[in-house]
């Protein structure tokens, strides 16, 4: 009787080939879960920078032209934000928005982009479209057909574009009206 005091190279060899098809199946799957995963969570930031948006202009903290923009009359407003402090013009307003967090999930990368909202009707009737911009410096972000912006009802992760999102550009004043006005907040 032989005595044996470990594996044969076929059974180990087999094992290996063994473990390589388990990792070949599994990768690819938990890659694919971790990438919706980052989908949603970019989607999240983009609804949280929005909701603050919204709950700072109720607040009565988003001024424009030196008015406030919850007294402001009907028109477009914009609210650039980015998360970059480093050279070239820089919009803090990130800080205001989100207290922590707010970067991209896609490596934790600087995010710039904008709220704008546009403000109809008359002050017992007033409707309030929000819209939202969002995009990071490897070029993740929102891309709404070739548009950078969507309404912050229609956002969801098919949204969403890796390395392809447009930079954020504001959408054109309708035919006869001025342009968006630039507001900061309080």
Same mark, same amino acid.
């Given at each position: 009787m032989r005595n044996k005091r470990g594996f044969t190279l076929v059974e180990l060899l087999a094992t290996i080939t063994i473990l390589g098809v388990i990792m070949m199946i599994?990768?690819?799957t938990v890659s694919i879960y971790i990438n919706k995963s980052k989908v949603?969570?970019?989607?999240y930031t983009a609804k949280q920078y929005e909701k603050s948006a919204e709950d700072l202009y109720l607040l009565d903290r988003i001024q424009c032209?030196?008015?406030?923009?919850?007294?402001s009359g009907n028109g477009s407003y914009v609210v650039w934000f980015t998360t970059n402090s480093s050279g070239g013009v820089v919009y803090?307003?990130?800080?205001k928005l989100i207290k922590e967090g707010g970067k991209s999930p896609f490596g934790n990368i600087d995010v710039a982009g904008f709220i704008y909202f546009v403000k109809t009707g008359d002050s017992e009737d007033e409707t309030i479209?929000?819209?939202?911009?969002?995009?990071d410096a490897e070029g993740n972000g929102i891309k709404n057909?070739?548009?950078?912006?969507? &309404? $912050? /009802?229609?956002?969801?992760?098919?949204?969403?574009v890796r390395k392809d999102a447009p930079m954020p550009t504001v959408p054109p004043a309708p035919v006869g009206?001025?342009?968006?006005?630039?507001? &900061? $907040? /309080?």
């Open positions: 599994a990768v690819p949603d969570s970019f989607v032209n030196g008015l406030s923009a919850f007294e803090n307003n990130y800080k479209n929000w819209y939202i911009s969002l995009r057909g070739s548009n950078s912006y969507v &309404n $912050i /009802n229609e956002l969801n992760s098919s949204k969403i009206e001025a342009g968006a006005i630039s507001c &900061n $907040i /309080n």
